[in-house]
């Protein structure tokens, strides 16, 4: 989860965020925790939903999105496990130019200067390039 330090570009009279606004989000997330060796190539909203936290107008923007690795990116560790984990043990490196999809939520509280961000989460989806590295099964008795 990211703290709300991240200010949504929004007004504070707009009803809900944008997609732009959790994309802004997701990209800056994503640039912080690999350092540029992966990117956001595509973002889409595909639900959203309006709660209230502690009494605060909450809304959570369900997403999918695809990234691309811009070098040789070694998975296997960090806090956002979709961007930077193996999903399997053992470290893989995935190979330049590897494209996989991700989804998962952008949570936003709106305060008195608009959307701040609460929450991000994501998680890889299968893709056959990444899942193809996995290493074989241990053997058996």
Known sequence: ???AAFV????????????AQGEAALRAEVQK????????VSFAKTDGQKAEVFG??????SYTATLRTGEDVPLGGGPMYA???SPFAGNVVVPKGTEYTIAGIVGFLQKES???LLELKANRLPNTTIDALRPPAPKRW
């Open 83 to 85: 961007f930077t984990a």
């Open 8 to 19: 949504a570009a929004c007004s504070p009279s707009s009803s809900t965020p944008t997609p």
């Open 33 to 40: 925790e690999t350092a540029g060796k992966i990117a956001v």
């Open 1 to 3: 989860m990211i703290a």
């Open 114 to 116: 608009g959307w701040v």
């Open 56 to 61: 605060t107008p909450a809304y959570w923007l």
